[in-house]
């Protein structure tokens, strides 16, 4: 399984050759820890999860980081709002961004750096950039003269200006192509946190948490370096300034960004009532796995337009999954010429696999996953599924639950014990006419919801909430 990505960088598909053979390390940029993430935030969360698990099936082991920014501008003043020292109220946030990941499934990467631990390999990465002629004092803090990178651009496009070559830029997220000399650190001001240190009191700039965090745990060179469209300007095109200017090497060799989320059909802004964490949408009542379905299930070069209607679309589709493979598990054996064959089978397992591969194309994997979900539901019509295929329907569902990870859990988490002693009590009684019981056990489980079906190859249960 050989992957391709489109690489930002040489804005062109290439195949993916890891440094190391057998290892990819990978950095993603993470939270910035002053609020609940929203859901363009975990788009690209979702992406990058799905990025790590198709490395993994491809048989390599992934080293991932991803940072926590505790402190930037942001941090400062809302924890300086709520009353509270910085880092009581970025520990807050780093719990919430925790729970969300575990409610979307995403895996956890090998390392989650928060900024204010790597103080010292920040100071360490200004001291080089001095020594090499890239940074300059002035006023207390320390700039990054970017005239002296020549290949300051190249990841953007964006050039600097002639005009704007020494003017300087304080604020973190400045604007779009206004290239200038960037802050590396931040002199200490009255009522800001800051760190005594070699090069003077401050704090880090925002650009160079990356930079020293990412080269201290992946090595000054590594693989794959990811984020949302919005940080190719100016967040990575000063990455590459800092590592490369203090390395003279390299730095990341694929640069894969995700596109922008919007929200029926809007951007999303607080002002218009469409910005929504994933604690919104769970109070109200949506399940996460479906928001896991919808935000994975644009390949993340396109914009996504999230709507409410895709949401409960999402949802339904997770339920006729479950069906599905609720039916596939009471199936009898079947060995007729019209059974469902290993074949069909293997054929999803190949188009998926390079669906994936085809620079992580979720809705080519997802359409073959419901070709072959489709196929078990008409041969259980009918002849039912052989015993290989049914042997290789469960390599393939593992797969999926891999990478995508769509599959509902139903079968074995909550209360779906209970709802399969009750259904297999309720076939007893029918098979000794106690139609009473039958009927009092279907009521039963109406009441919590469950619809149960009879088929002609058993019974089959389904949540109608
Ligand atoms: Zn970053």
């Given at each position: 399984?050989?992957?391709?990505?489109?690489?930002?960088?040489?804005?062109?598909?290439?195949?993916?050759?890891?440094?190391?053979?057998?290892?990819?390390?990978?950095?993603?940029?993470?939270?910035?820890?002053?609020?609940?993430?929203?859901?363009?935030?975990?788009?690209?969360?979702?992406?990058?999860?799905?990025?790590?698990?198709?490395?993994?099936?491809?048989?390599?082991?992934?080293?991932?980081?991803?940072?926590?920014?505790?402190?930037?501008?942001?941090?400062?003043?809302?924890?300086?709002?709520?009353?509270?020292?910085?880092?009581?109220?970025?520990?807050?946030?780093?719990?919430?961004?925790?729970?969300?990941?575990?409610?979307?499934?995403?895996?956890?990467?090998?390392?989650?750096?928060?900024?204010?631990?790597?103080?010292?390999?920040?100071?360490?990465?200004?001291?080089?950039?001095?020594?090499?002629?890239?940074?300059?004092?002035?006023?207390?803090?320390?700039?990054?003269?970017?005239?002296?990178?020549?290949?300051?651009?190249?990841?953007?496009?964006?050039?600097?200006?002639?005009?704007?070559?020494?003017?300087?830029?304080?604020?973190?997220?400045?604007?779009?192509?206004?290239?200038?000399?960037?802050?590396?650190?931040?002199?200490?001001?009255?009522?800001?946190?800051?760190?005594?240190?070699?090069?003077?009191?401050?704090?880090?700039?925002w650009h160079l948490e990356c930079s020293a965090m990412s080269m201290a745990l992946l090595g000054e060179r590594f693989d794959i370096h990811t984020g949302g469209v919005d940080n190719i300007?100016?967040?990575?095109?000063?990455?590459?300034?800092?590592?490369?200017?203090?390395?003279?090497?390299?730095?990341?060799?694929?640069?894969?960004?995700?596109?922008?989320?919007?929200?029926?059909?809007?951007?999303?802004?607080?002002?218009?009532?469409?910005?929504?964490?994933?604690?919104?949408?769970?109070?109200?009542?949506?399940?996460?796995?479906?928001?896991?379905?919808?935000?994975?299930?644009?390949?993340?070069?396109?914009?996504?337009?999230?709507?409410?209607?895709?949401?409960?679309?999402?949802?339904?589709?997770?339920?006729?999954?479950?069906?599905?493979?609720?039916?596939?598990?009471?199936?009898?054996?079947?060995?007729?010429?019209?059974?469902?064959?290993?074949?069909?089978?293997?054929?999803?397992?190949?188009?998926?696999?390079?669906?994936?591969?085809?620079?992580?194309?979720?809705?080519?994997?997802?359409?073959?996953?419901?070709?072959?979900?489709?196929?078990?539901?008409?041969?259980?019509?009918?002849?039912?599924?052989?015993?290989?295929?049914?042997?290789?329907?469960?390599?393939?569902?593992?797969?999926?639950?891999?990478?995508?990870?769509?599959?509902?859990?139903?079968?074995?988490?909550?209360?779906?014990?209970?709802?399969?002693?009750?259904?297999?009590?309720?076939?007893?009684?029918?098979?000794?006419?106690?139609?009473?019981?039958?009927?009092?056990?279907?009521?039963?489980?109406?009441?919590?919801?469950?619809?149960?079906?009879?088929?002609?190859?058993?019974?089959?249960?389904?949540?109608?909430?």
């Open positions: 399984m050989l992957l391709r990505f489109y690489n930002t960088l040489s804005r062109r598909l290439e195949d993916f050759e890891p440094l190391e053979p057998g290892r990819a390390r990978l950095y993603t940029c993470g939270p910035t820890v002053y609020g609940y993430a929203h859901i363009g935030n975990l788009r690209t969360f979702l992406f990058e999860d799905v990025l790590r698990r198709s490395l993994k099936l491809a048989g390599l082991s992934v080293t991932q980081v991803m940072n926590l920014t505790d402190i930037d501008d942001k941090t400062i003043r809302e924890a300086k709002a709520a009353g509270l020292e910085l880092r009581a109220y970025t520990d807050r946030f780093i719990a919430a961004f925790f729970a969300d990941l575990e409610a979307l499934r995403v895996e956890r990467a090998e390392h989650y750096p928060r900024a204010t631990d790597y103080i010292t390999e920040m100071v360490a990465l200004v001291e080089r950039l001095e020594a090499a002629g890239h940074a300059y004092r002035s006023e207390g803090s320390i700039y990054y003269r970017i005239a002296t990178f020549p290949g300051y651009g190249k990841l953007s496009g964006v050039r600097p200006e002639a005009n704007l070559v020494g003017a300087r830029v304080d604020s973190e997220e400045y604007d779009k192509e206004d290239a200038r000399d960037f802050v590396l650190w931040k002199g200490a001001r009255e009522g800001e946190p800051s760190w005594e240190t070699a090069i003077g009191p401050g704090r880090p700039g300007f100016p967040h990575h095109e000063n990455e590459i300034a800092q590592s490369e200017g203090a390395t003279g090497e390299p730095f990341a060799r694929y640069w894969l960004h995700a596109e922008h989320l919007v929200v029926e059909g809007e951007k999303m802004a607080k002002s218009k009532g469409n910005f929504f964490t994933l604690r919104d949408l769970v109070a109200q009542g949506h399940d996460p796995l479906a928001v896991r379905y919808l935000l994975i299930s644009v390949p993340y070069r396109q914009k996504l337009n999230f709507t409410m209607d895709g949401l409960h679309g999402a949802a339904q589709v997770i339920e006729r999954i479950a069906n599905t493979l609720r039916r596939l598990r009471h199936a009898p054996p079947a060995a007729g010429p019209g059974a469902l064959a290993e074949a069909a089978v293997e054929a999803f397992r190949r188009d998926y696999r390079e669906a994936l591969a085809d620079d992580l194309n979720t809705a080519r994997a997802l359409a073959a996953l419901h070709t072959l979900l489709r196929q078990v539901n008409t041969a259980l019509d009918g002849e039912g599924v052989s015993e290989p295929a049914r042997a290789a329907l469960g390599e393939a569902l593992r797969d999926v639950a891999a990478v995508l990870d769509i599959l509902p859990e139903d079968e074995v988490g909550g209360d779906a014990q209970e709802i399969e002693r009750l259904v297999v009590e309720r076939t007893t009684a029918r098979a000794a006419r106690d139609f009473a019981l039958a009927d009092a056990i279907r009521d039963r489980l109406a009441a919590m919801g469950i619809a149960i079906e009879d088929t002609p190859h058993g019974t089959v249960w389904h949540r109608t909430g």
